[in-house]
């Protein structure tokens, strides 16, 4: 390789060249085609994808000794004096470093002067929302009378900062962040053309840290070139982005799935050793559990060359979609919640003992994914586990009658929509682990489609382990069902959250001093 930087060896120096920016390309090419052309364009985005590099490419298309034109010749003075960054006629300013209005007044009085050799006398203004409220003032008289020899480019990365009196005088291009495929597809042509040895899997290591910038995407390739010793391969550029080592966070899962909270813990101490951040743990946990997500319902859209594939699709066997759903809100909740904790260490520990907690048959719960008639729960199994704070319903039902077995089971199955609402809208007139009686209420006899039966009675089966005879039927019942339990536990929340409210001594004062009042319907208590 010569010495000089990938980034800027590779930057583009013509609209065909660039990437991801179609929808940019193809609006300037046709404004360029038709000669239907604007006194000031914007171009916003985050960093490294591409402002600069546009607006430089537009102003050889402006100036091309060839005519306006969108594929600018590349080799005529004017394309070539663009390139070297030494052309005359193209004004590029850092507002970043000129935020004054004295700089701009200087520039804005030589642009009245006719360009020297150009067709067009270009202001390229970078980060041009740092200008300061006067530089801005100044430059709006220019752009509401703009000289015809003149053409202002601008560049942000926030253009919220710009006044409106300034956007509303310009032609906005709004550039997007590169899709990490995009930014794989063009460091593999960049690595071909420059002999560099790469596997697929550290490419994508690469593409996925750049977040979007292909800049940034050239600058760590040029790392990972050096610190690779031009072999570029998964291992050696997951330890250079200082990466997590998979085989932990498959680990971590493995040991989840055989409910074995020892160890995971050992697996959080050994994490510790090597002084891994536990924030990023979680951030990488979170990820595999995309993934996972993914395999399990779109397992086309995990690439056959990741080469943690079929570690990742046995692991997606192991956990059903709602574990994994689960599993992912806990991680991010508990990477929230690290600023909380005691230290670090606390946090990652408290987040993987709840993920266990949160699994089906959990043994940490005292349950087990198999039950037989004799140790069926009954309904005061399920109020001992109520927290404090919730106490049990006001009116409770017998603990040995059919309806009080279902009430225990009915929440420990894996319900989800309308077959859910069926089976809290159900009570049972027989229960045994091989035949169940239901019953529903006149009023939600349409709970008792097909489809949502033959879910609810699968999924007893597989809470028994074996076939169960299920059978819905129509007619009175006490009400005593899920459904009824559950908005009383509500109804009592609720009451119990405004009482607290109103018995604030700070509510209290405010209610006397100011006659205020107390809306009611706002207050929700916390779960």
């Known amino acids: 390789m010569d010495s000089q930087v990938l980034a800027r060896k590779w930057r583009p120096k013509g609209f065909s060249e660039l990437v991801g920016q179609e929808h940019v ?50 080799q005529c003075a004017v394309c ?5 960054g030494n052309f005359v006629d193209l004004v590029e300013l850092d507002a970043a470093s000129n935020t004054q209005v004295d700089a701009m007044r200087e520039l804005l009085d030589n642009a009245q002067y006719a360009p020297v050799s150009a067709r067009y006398k270009v202001y390229l203004i970078d980060e041009v929302h740092m200008l300061s409220k006067s ?56 690595l071909a053309s420059e002999a ?29 070139v050096a610190f690779c010793n031009a072999v570029l391969d998964a291992a050696n550029i997951r330890a250079m982005l200082g990466g997590l080592d998979q085989d932990y966070l498959f680990a971590l899962l493995e040991a989840l799935a055989e409910k074995d909270g020892a160890a995971m813990l050992a697996i959080a101490d050994e994490l510790e050793a090597a002084s891994v951040s536990f924030d ?26 990741w080469p943690e594939r079929d570690r990742l699709m046995r692991l997606a066997s192991r956990f059903t979609p709602e574990d994994i759903q689960l599993f992912y809100q806990i991680v991010l909740h508990g990477r929230g919640d690290f600023s909380l904790a005691p230290d670090d260490y606390c946090g990652f520990t408290m987040t993987l003992l709840r993920l266990l907690a949160f699994l ?17 729960p009954n309904i005061g199994d399920v109020v001992n586990r109520i927290p404090p704070d919730q ?16 009430l225990a089971v009915v929440n420990q199955l894996k319900l989800s929509g309308m077959t859910r609402m069926l089976a809290q809208y159900c009570e049972a007139k027989s229960f045994s682990s091989e035949k169940i009686a239901f019953c529903v209420a006149e009023m939600h006899k349409h709970l008792l489609d097909k489809s949502y039966q033959d879910r609810l009675k699968s999924q007893l089966e597989n809470y028994f382990g074996k076939p169960v005879e299920v059978t819905f039927s129509v007619g009175s019942i006490t009400g005593v069902t899920s459904a009824v339990l559950q908005d009383r536990d509500k109804l009592a929340k609720q009451s ?32």
């Open 25 to 74: 390309v193809r609006a300037l090419a046709n404004s360029l085609e038709q000669n239907r052309l604007h006194h000031a364009y914007l171009f916003t985005g985050t960093r490294g994808v591409g402002k600069t590099t546009v607006a430089r490419i537009l102003a050889k298309a402006l100036n091309c000794e060839q005519g306006v034109t969108p594929t600018p010749c590349g």
């Open 80 to 84: 070539l004096g663009i390139d070297q």
């Open 135 to 190: 530089a801005f003032n100044a430059m709006l008289k220019t752009l509401e009378e703009p000289p015809g020899h003149v053409k202002f480019i601008l560049a942000t990365t926030d253009p919220q900062k710009i006044p409106v009196t300034v956007l509303s005088r310009c032609l906005q291009f709004n550039l997007k962040q590169i899709p990490p495929l995009l930014i794989e597809k063009r460091l593999a042509e960049i």
């Open 196 to 224: 560099v040895t790469a596997d697929a899997a550290a490419l994508k290591l690469l593409a996925h840290a750049a977040k979007g910038s292909l800049r940034d995407a050239l600058s760590l390739l040029d790392q990972a």
């Open 280 to 305: 990023q743990a979680l951030q990488e946990l979170a990820a595999v559990l995309h993934r996972l997500a993914l395999a399990q319902t779109v397992p086309q859209a995990i690439d056959e060359s």
């Open 360 to 376: 089906p048959g959990s043994p940490s719960l005292g349950r087990q994914t198999t039950h037989t008639a004799d140790s069926m």
């Open 391 to 406: 106490p049990a319903p006001e009116h409770p039902v017998e603990h040995n009658s059919p309806n009080d077995a279902w």
């Open 496 to 527: 119990r959250a405004v009482d607290a409210i109103e018995a604030d001594p700070f509510v209290q004062a405010l209610i006397e001093q100011f006659d205020a009042k107390l809306n009611v319907s706002s207050i929700k208590p916390i779960e």
